[in-house]
């Protein structure tokens, strides 16, 4: 991402509706797989973003008084006009990440459809109003109930940067919210296409919109006096938007960082456990926050495993067309931290299997699918977030080992473990001290859009998808109403002389435990 001024920018392909105006500055986007430019779009100011949070405020007005079904209606208009628009929505996808048409389909679009469909045909169980107990007071009526919270800031990175940016925009809108998004610098023009889906469907012109920018644009979001902001990004980002939110309170759900592990146990299917290694590492290139980062694999079947991971590896087809398996990488940066966490490995004693540098001979942003071995927590491999295609594979005693190891980690967002032994999978998956656990699997879970998802440690705060994913862009209000119509309660003044007796008796007759502790309480004292 470079930031320019106009006039130096060179072509610029922003469509009309987002016409770069002549004397403000702007964001350059390019295409990972060969460098070349995309074009230009705004880099949005602190007075934009406080403009544009200014008109969701009004649109919030209107839309929060709809009803469920009017807002289930709406997002489901918006995955009809997805649906129409498909092929231009891969487009500017696979352009601006380097990803491939089939990761576009099906890890961003068809995973978006699903959040879409689930929250519109089930997302009103986990907000329509609840009757609850109200305790001693039996002619009470207690109702807990779910509100919108106003406007939500959005703030997406580029690693799907579709499905990152729809699921918390399409979960607030459902909730009856407002939404400002700030897509990643350096896929801004998905983020672009994803503001003209909404625009289109039009509920309301303001309840979408998308301001673009880099994290001065983002910061200023978060300091907008939005009622929350959903972060999906870095853990040290993470920290300094929860950071700048902790002066006005402002709540955070933060989706960040994982280093996340996966544990091959001696009666693991190895076929079937290499194989998931390998997509689970490598597909969208490793940059993929519920990759396969580590492997720890039982000392009983580590050859095996490692020789089935390596010919699997070296099969991999990387490139743009169809019929391949990976496409490029996405941020010129993330590369750098491959080539620095795979240096630091091998200056500390591990061995590269397969791959281990740059695509020879080619522009853009390509590396090889790497596999290494003789690895320990040593290393940053090891410890912290690779974020590209380079599987590092451990040889352990036990499952005890692996699991101290696996939860050996500043991060607890996604794991796996691989066993034939379903006990053994639920004791490994409850000690994984991670928000999300596959068993005999890798990543899908993201895809099941009834699964809260989200991390512990510093991976995050807070879930998406699910009921909880629908209630963290609510407040929760509690209602109690009273049902008896008594001239007035027991409790009011003037207070009755035995009220403390009386209630010292009524306290231990209800809260004893026993009948004849119950009874006790009855006697005088
Ligand atoms: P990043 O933290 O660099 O940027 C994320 C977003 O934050 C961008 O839009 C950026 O412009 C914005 N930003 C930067 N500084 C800011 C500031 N001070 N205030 C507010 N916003 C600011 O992350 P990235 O490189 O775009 O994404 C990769 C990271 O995201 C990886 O660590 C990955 O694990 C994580 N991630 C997590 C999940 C998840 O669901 N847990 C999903 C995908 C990616």
Redesign the pocket.
């Given at each position: 991402m470079t930031i320019t001024t106009p006039g130096r920018s060179g072509s610029n392909r922003v469509s009309d509706d987002l016409l770069v105006e002549p004397t403000r500055p702007t964001i350059e986007t390019f295409d990972p797989r060969t460098g070349a430019s995309l074009g230009h779009v705004p880099d949005h100011s602190e007075a934009d973003v406080a403009e544009a949070v200014a008109r969701a405020r009004v649109a919030f007005q209107a839309w929060g008084r709809l009803p469920f079904a009017e807002r289930g209606d709406h997002i489901l208009s918006v995955r009809d006009l997805m649906l129409d628009r498909l092929e231009e929505l891969v487009e500017v996808i696979t352009s601006e990440t380097g990803k491939l048409q089939a990761e576009a389909v099906f890890t961003e679009l068809m995973t978006a459809c699903e959040t879409i469909q689930y929250y519109a045909k089930q997302g009103d169980k986990a907000l329509r109003p609840e009757k609850v107990s109200a305790g001693l007071m039996t002619h009470k009526k207690a109702v807990r109930t779910y509100e919108p919270l106003g406007v939500v800031g959005v703030?997406?990175?580029?690693?799907?940067p579709f499905i990152?940016a729809m699921t918390p925009i399409v979960t607030a809108l459902y909730a009856g919210n407002s939404v400002v998004l700030?897509?990643?610098?350096?896929t801004p023009m998905v983020g672009q296409a994803i503001g003209r889906l909404f625009a289109e469907v039009g509920a309301h012109p303001d309840l979408v919109q998308v301001v673009t920018?880099?994290?001065?644009?983002?910061?200023a979001?978060?300091r907008s006096g939005v009622q929350k902001?959903c972060?999906?990004?870095?853990?040290?980002?993470?920290k300094?938007?929860m950071a700048?939110a902790s002066d006005t309170l402002t709540p955070v759900l933060?989706?960040?960082?994982?280093k996340d592990p996966m544990i091959v146990c001696a009666d693991a299917d190895l076929d079937r456990a290499a194989a998931g290694a390998v997509w689970g590492a490598f597909q969208n290139s490793g940059?993929?926050?519920?990759s396969v980062e580590r492997v720890y694999v039982d000392e009983a079947v580590y050859q095996p495993f490692v020789d089935r991971v390596v010919a699997r590896t070296r099969a991999i087809r990387q490139g743009t067309t169809v019929g391949d398996d990976i496409g490029s990488m996405t941020?010129p940066?993330?590369l750098d931290t491959v080539e620095r966490h795979v240096a630091d490995a091998l200056d500390k004693g591990a061995t590269v299997l397969t791959g281990g540098q740059r695509v020879a001979g080619r522009d853009g942003l390509w590396y090889e699918p790497t596999v290494l071995v003789g690895v320990d927590h040593d290393m940053d491999i090891m410890r912290d977030?690779t974020?590209g295609p380079v599987l590092p594979i451990m040889a352990v005693a036990n499952v005890d080992e692996a699991l101290r190891l696996a939860n050996d980690s500043v991060y607890g967002?996604n794991s796996s473990v691989w066993t034939g032994d379903a006990d053994l999978g639920r004791r490994v998956a409850a000690e994984l001290e991670a928000g999300n656990v596959c068993i005999n699997d890798v990543i899908v879970s993201?895809a099941a859009p009834a699964l809260p998802?989200?991390?512990v440690k510093e991976?995050?705060i807070g879930r998406?998808h699910g009921p909880e994913g629908v209630r963290e862009f609510s407040q929760v209000k509690s209602v109690l109403s009273d049902r008896a119509g008594l001239k007035r309660e027991a409790w009011w003044f003037p207070l009755p002389k035995q009220m403390g007796t009386v209630g010292a008796r009524v306290l231990r007759l209800r809260h004893r435990r026993g009948a004849v502790n119950k009874l006790k309480a009855l006697l005088p004292r």
């Amino acid at each position: 991402m470079t930031i320019t001024t106009p006039g130096r920018s060179g072509s610029n392909r922003v469509s009309d509706d987002l016409l770069v105006e002549p004397t403000r500055p702007t964001i350059e986007t390019f295409d990972p797989r060969t460098g070349a430019s995309l074009g230009h779009v705004p880099d949005h100011s602190e007075a934009d973003v406080a403009e544009a949070v200014a008109r969701a405020r009004v649109a919030f007005q209107a839309w929060g008084r709809l009803p469920f079904a009017e807002r289930g209606d709406h997002i489901l208009s918006v995955r009809d006009l997805m649906l129409d628009r498909l092929e231009e929505l891969v487009e500017v996808i696979t352009s601006e990440t380097g990803k491939l048409q089939a990761e576009a389909v099906f890890t961003e679009l068809m995973t978006a459809c699903e959040t879409i469909q689930y929250y519109a045909k089930q997302g009103d169980k986990a907000l329509r109003p609840e009757k609850v107990s109200a305790g001693l007071m039996t002619h009470k009526k207690a109702v807990r109930t779910y509100e919108p919270l106003g406007v939500v800031g959005v703030i997406s990175p580029w690693n799907y940067p579709f499905i990152l940016a729809m699921t918390p925009i399409v979960t607030a809108l459902y909730a009856g919210n407002s939404v400002v998004l700030k897509p990643s610098e350096v896929t801004p023009m998905v983020g672009q296409a994803i503001g003209r889906l909404f625009a289109e469907v039009g509920a309301h012109p303001d309840l979408v919109q998308v301001v673009t920018g880099g994290g001065a644009t983002g910061e200023a979001l978060v300091r907008s006096g939005v009622q929350k902001i959903c972060f999906t990004g870095s853990v040290r980002t993470g920290k300094r938007v929860m950071a700048a939110a902790s002066d006005t309170l402002t709540p955070v759900l933060l989706e960040l960082g994982g280093k996340d592990p996966m544990i091959v146990c001696a009666d693991a299917d190895l076929d079937r456990a290499a194989a998931g290694a390998v997509w689970g590492a490598f597909q969208n290139s490793g940059q993929t926050c519920m990759s396969v980062e580590r492997v720890y694999v039982d000392e009983a079947v580590y050859q095996p495993f490692v020789d089935r991971v390596v010919a699997r590896t070296r099969a991999i087809r990387q490139g743009t067309t169809v019929g391949d398996d990976i496409g490029s990488m996405t941020f010129p940066p993330q590369l750098d931290t491959v080539e620095r966490h795979v240096a630091d490995a091998l200056d500390k004693g591990a061995t590269v299997l397969t791959g281990g540098q740059r695509v020879a001979g080619r522009d853009g942003l390509w590396y090889e699918p790497t596999v290494l071995v003789g690895v320990d927590h040593d290393m940053d491999i090891m410890r912290d977030e690779t974020f590209g295609p380079v599987l590092p594979i451990m040889a352990v005693a036990n499952v005890d080992e692996a699991l101290r190891l696996a939860n050996d980690s500043v991060y607890g967002l996604n794991s796996s473990v691989w066993t034939g032994d379903a006990d053994l999978g639920r004791r490994v998956a409850a000690e994984l001290e991670a928000g999300n656990v596959c068993i005999n699997d890798v990543i899908v879970s993201y895809a099941a859009p009834a699964l809260p998802f989200g991390g512990v440690k510093e991976s995050g705060i807070g879930r998406v998808h699910g009921p909880e994913g629908v209630r963290e862009f609510s407040q929760v209000k509690s209602v109690l109403s009273d049902r008896a119509g008594l001239k007035r309660e027991a409790w009011w003044f003037p207070l009755p002389k035995q009220m403390g007796t009386v209630g010292a008796r009524v306290l231990r007759l209800r809260h004893r435990r026993g009948a004849v502790n119950k009874l006790k309480a009855l006697l005088p004292r």
